[in-house]
């Protein structure tokens, strides 16, 4: 499965060459079997600490995704959580459906961790390519994810919890229709506008 998981990676790296050419089959996915699906993923490396998973999976509404693009956000976000807490704690996974009220709706994926949270003037840095905050990262993660999540027309956030906790709090808003892939930005490589 990881063997798998590297070569989707690098296929997705492709991708910000040749969007068009590369552009992932577009499923209608149950958000909530998908975040099952990625927790056996990260099993082995939740299994070397000592955090708690809280599921809160309500979603109902299917969301329009690549299935190999999708596991890779929500893979890329559940092993930010997990090293952001080191010496364990509490990774929390939501799902919900949105509507924004003029037709469009969907589902929305929230993973919180219990971790230090995210310091002063790193949330509006994390998406962009090469920033980092971790000693061994290379800083795409984040700024790939984003990119995946644009292209189908939905929107990643990031900030700190609002619950009185500490802990840093990532928002993946998913559009129930697929879009089709959207044109490559020419500034910075990256899909959408």
Same mark, same amino acid.
């Given at each position: 499965?990881?063997?798998? $998981?590297?070569?989707?990676?690098?296929?997705?790296?492709?991708?910000?060459? /040749?969007?068009? *050419?590369?552009?992932?089959?577009? *499923? !209608?996915?149950?958000?909530?079997? !998908?975040? /099952? @699906?990625?927790?056996?993923?990260?099993?082995?490396?939740?299994?070397?600490? $000592?955090?708690?998973?809280?599921? @809160?999976?309500?979603?109902?509404?299917?969301?329009?995704?690549?299935?190999?693009?999708?596991?890779?956000?929500?893979?890329?976000?559940?092993?930010?959580?997990?090293?952001?807490?080191?010496? =364990?704690?509490?990774?929390?996974?939501? !799902?919900? @459906?949105? !509507?924004?009220?003029? %037709?469009?709706?969907?589902?929305?994926?929230?993973?919180? #961790?219990?971790?230090?949270?995210?310091?002063? %003037?790193?949330?509006?840095?994390?998406?962009?390519?090469?920033?980092?905050?971790?000693?061994? =990262?290379? +800083?795409? +993660?984040?700024?790939?994810?984003?990119?995946?999540? *644009?292209?189908? %027309?939905?929107?990643?956030?990031?900030?700190?919890?609002? #619950? +009185?906790?500490?802990?840093?709090?990532? =928002?993946? $808003?998913?559009?129930?229709?697929?879009?089709?892939?959207?044109?490559?930005?020419?500034? #910075?490589? /990256?899909? %959408?506008?």
């Amino acid at each position: 499965e990881q063997v798998e $998981r590297m070569r989707l990676i690098v296929t997705q790296l492709l991708q910000y060459a /040749r969007p068009t *050419e590369y552009a992932g089959y577009v *499923e !209608t996915l149950d958000l909530n079997q !998908t975040v /099952r @699906d990625c927790l056996v993923l990260v099993a082995h490396l939740l299994a070397q600490t $000592r955090i708690d998973v809280v599921r @809160d999976l309500q979603a109902t509404q299917r969301v329009g995704f690549n299935r190999q693009e999708l596991q890779q956000v929500t893979i890329n976000l559940l092993i930010n959580a997990i090293q952001a807490m080191p010496q =364990g704690g509490t990774l929390h996974l939501i !799902t919900r @459906d949105w !509507t924004d009220g003029q %037709g469009a709706h969907g589902a929305v994926l929230r993973v919180q #961790d219990s971790g230090p949270g995210l310091a002063p %003037g790193v949330a509006e840095r994390l998406f962009r390519p090469f920033f980092t905050t971790k000693n061994d =990262g290379n +800083g795409l +993660g984040l700024w790939i994810s984003l990119g995946l999540v *644009e292209r189908y %027309g939905g929107a990643i956030s990031a900030g700190n919890r609002e #619950d +009185g906790q500490s802990g840093a709090v990532f =928002g993946v $808003r998913l559009l129930t229709e697929p879009q089709a892939p959207a044109a490559v930005n020419t500034r #910075d490589g /990256r899909p %959408g506008g």
